[in-house]
């Protein structure tokens, strides 16, 4: 089994990149490839399906209905009724992670990682546009373990795309400050990538699209603590979730070549100008994750792969709760033929696209096997202890999330849950092995 000859790998560096509303029929291995087989308009993920082709194609992943929950269940390892977010709420949103609550920011700093935070965050500051202002200092991410942050702290505000700020926080910072949303800092350097921001060009925005900042600000802390990651051995671990594919679709269209990847593609052209918008939007961040995986092989950017820390980091691409019921699922079955859309307690609405690559532990001689699909029930409260355990410290007591360690690493009793439960307002359902019971309204 892969990774057992010579005894469990040193704790790994962790990168979590998630996405908000992306379906799970979304990529290639639930379906768009099938799709490219038919020659029907499908959506281009080339780096998420390669991170599949050498991991781990989980597919029976599940978030939550909406967004807010999924967020706070997966910081805390609570089902989201255990939480102040069990729905998407303002007001409770503003107290959604209590002081004493631990997060995955608390644990991984704690067991001495290096920590990061890039994208919607959703709690503890006001909506405003122009002025906000932090009203809950607990629910900030800079108050459980977060010592590298450019987020959005108000779940309205992160459904706009060129937002004019951006909260931020660095360690040495006395508390989160607002910055400029802008990409200057990298126009015309060389040492970044030119696609998919494309920031150079004359006609880039002024104000970033904040999912173009996130994923710089994220390229940046990963390259900087991979390449000190050999001198050091301090582990690192980064969460990007980014606002892609929720709406507002049009905004993509203020970038330059905002529709680029698609081009010379026949289908393509057959959609409505909503679901080419989406398409365009999960493809651009597609790329920003190919940019930031190619920072673990080769940290510095000169070729040489000998500093990679590719092999020893577990990468995990995963969504917030299922695709709504737009043109994308219409035109490009982005929920993969399942029933239901976000907001509901059908498979459609919380079982979402969830890929693992660790190829110090997956390996194609491993007990879980690189390249393959499981169909293990995993649940979004499960990466808090598995993360817990991967780094070697406890895991916070009464917490619902079940660790996959055991079935990442092969080593050990894979504990499975009894039962899995989803609700949106007054509708329940209960996942029980294959079974699913849904309860009335």
Request: aromatic residues 10%; glycine residues 12%; proline residues 7%.
């Amino acid at each position: 089994m892969g990774g057992l000859g010579a005894g469990p790998a040193p704790r790994p560096n962790i990168l979590y990149l998630y996405v908000d509303d992306m379906g799970w029929g979304s990529i290639g291995p639930n379906g768009q490839e099938a799709r490219r087989v038919n020659g029907d308009p499908r959506v281009l993920t080339p780096n998420i399906d390669r991170l599949a082709a050498l991991g781990v194609n989980f597919t029976r992943g599940y978030g939550c209905t909406v967004c807010s929950p999924a967020r706070s269940s997966q910081q805390s390892g609570f089902h989201q009724g255990h939480t102040y977010a069990d729905r998407n709420n303002t007001n409770n949103a503003k107290k959604a992670m209590r002081a004493d609550d631990v997060l995955m920011g608390d644990v991984l700093s704690a067991a001495g990682y290096a920590t990061g935070y890039w994208g919607k965050w959703g709690y503890g500051a006001s909506q405003s546009q122009n002025n906000p202002a932090i009203l809950n200092v607990q629910t900030l991410p800079s108050s459980h373990g977060y010592q590298y942050v450019l987020a959005e702290l108000h779940h309205v505000r992160a459904h706009t795309y060129f937002q004019p700020t951006l909260w931020s926080f660095r360690p040495g910072n006395a508390g989160m400050s607002l910055v400029p949303n802008s990409m200057s800092a990298y126009a015309n350097n060389p040492n970044y990538p030119e696609y998919p921001a494309l920031q150079s060009d004359g006609i880039y925005p002024a104000t970033a699209y904040c999912d173009d900042s996130y994923a710089f600000a994220a390229l940046d802390f990963v390259r900087s603590q991979a390449q000190s990651y050999h001198q050091t051995g301090r582990p690192f671990f980064g969460l990007l979730a980014v606002q892609v594919p929720h709406s507002p679709y049009d905004d993509i269209a203020a970038l330059p070549e905002w529709d680029g990847a698609y081009s010379g593609n026949a289908p393509f052209g057959t959609l409505t100008p909503q679901a080419k918008q989406w398409a365009a939007m999960v493809t651009r961040v597609d790329a920003h994750f190919g940019n930031i995986l190619a920072a673990l092989e080769d940290p510095d950017g000169d070729g040489d792969r000998s500093d990679s820390v590719a092999d020893n980091t577990l990468v995990i691409f995963q969504s917030d709760n299922g695709g709504p019921g737009n043109n994308a699922r219409s035109e490009l079955d982005a929920n993969g033929g399942l029933r239901g859309s976000k907001g509901s307690i059908w498979e459609g609405g919380i079982r979402v696209p969830l890929v693992v690559r660790w190829p110090a532990m997956i390996t194609a001689n491993s007990t879980l096997r690189a390249g393959t699909s499981s169909d293990l029930v995993v649940d979004v409260t499960d990466f808090l202890p598995t993360f817990c355990e991967l780094a070697g410290v406890d895991v916070p007591v009464g917490i619902d999330g079940v660790s996959l360690a055991p079935t990442l690493t092969g080593m050990g009793h894979q504990r499975h849950r009894e039962f899995l439960i989803h609700e949106a307002g007054s509708n329940h359902s209960i996942i029980r092995g294959r079974h699913k019971l849904v309860g009335p309204a």
